[in-house]
């Protein structure tokens, strides 16, 4: 399950960097263009980066999609628990069991509801405006993202019910950087 978890990780980092590069990119070309230097604004002008909007779009609608999936894995996701943290352990622990079930059940639908469609779409000729791109491929990233966020539900589930524990998140915490006077 790490090396699943090393891939997702690494998709949403690629995404981003992919993302990051692309924009900067468009926005150094544009800057550059402005400059009235004989040969060189000719031939920046004639690179045509229309398609930059398009794909950063796309890059986004991937990584919002995978990356509520990794917050449902490590915790990150805002949650209002006021009320279930004062019930006691038996009801604390059936409420959040059927919040991961309501998420388990929303995800699952909206993975087969995304999936039916990717299903009739693809067999469209429909493309992308700029990248012209077979749309289905964009959005994929809709089943595919609702079932590894199903997924992540029922683990987050499954690891609550054997263990009594939800994945938290500690906002002060940053991987890789050891506390002071505590020996790595």
Same mark, same amino acid.
């Given at each position: 399950?790490?090396?699943?978890?090393?891939?997702?990780?690494?998709?949403?980092?690629?995404?981003?960097?992919?993302?990051?590069?692309?924009?900067?990119?468009?926005?150094?070309?544009?800057?550059?263009?402005?400059?009235?230097?004989?040969?060189?604004?000719?031939?920046?002008?004639?690179?045509?980066?229309?398609?930059?909007?398009?794909?950063?779009?796309?890059?986004?609608?991937?990584?919002?999609?995978?990356?509520?999936?990794?917050?449902?894995?490590?915790?990150?996701?805002?949650?209002?628990?006021?009320?279930?943290?004062?019930?006691?352990?038996?009801?604390?622990?059936?409420?959040?069991?059927?919040?991961?079930?309501?998420?388990?059940?929303?995800?699952?639908?909206?993975?087969?509801?995304?999936?039916?469609?990717?299903?009739?779409?693809?067999?469209?000729?429909?493309?992308?405006?700029?990248?012209?791109?077979?749309?289905?491929?964009?959005?994929?990233?809709?089943? $595919?993202?609702?079932?590894?966020?199903?997924?992540?539900?029922?683990?987050?589930?499954?690891?609550?019910?054997?263990?009594?524990? $939800?994945?938290?998140?500690?906002?002060?915490?940053?991987?890789?950087?050891?506390?002071?006077?505590?020996?790595?």
């Amino acid at each position: 399950m790490k090396y699943f978890d090393y891939l997702e990780e690494a998709f949403i980092a690629l995404l981003m960097a992919a993302a990051t590069v692309i924009i900067f990119t468009a926005v150094l070309h544009r800057y550059l263009s402005g400059f009235a230097i004989p040969g060189l604004q000719d031939w920046l002008l004639g690179i045509n980066l229309s398609w930059v909007q398009e794909l950063c779009i796309y890059l986004f609608v991937w990584m919002a999609k995978f990356g509520a999936a990794y917050g449902v894995r490590t915790g990150i996701h805002v949650g209002v628990d006021v009320l279930v943290n004062r019930l006691d352990e038996k009801n604390r622990r059936i409420f959040v069991l059927i919040a991961l079930g309501a998420g388990m059940l929303f995800t699952g639908i909206v993975g087969t509801l995304g999936a039916s469609f990717v299903w009739h779409i693809a067999h469209t000729d429909q493309t992308s405006p700029d990248l012209e791109v077979p749309i289905w491929i964009v959005y994929l990233a809709v089943p $595919l993202g609702s079932y590894l966020m199903c997924f992540r539900f029922a683990q987050v589930a499954w690891q609550f019910i054997r263990g009594g524990e $939800l994945p938290h998140h500690d906002h002060g915490h940053v991987d890789g950087l050891e506390e002071e006077g505590v020996p790595a």
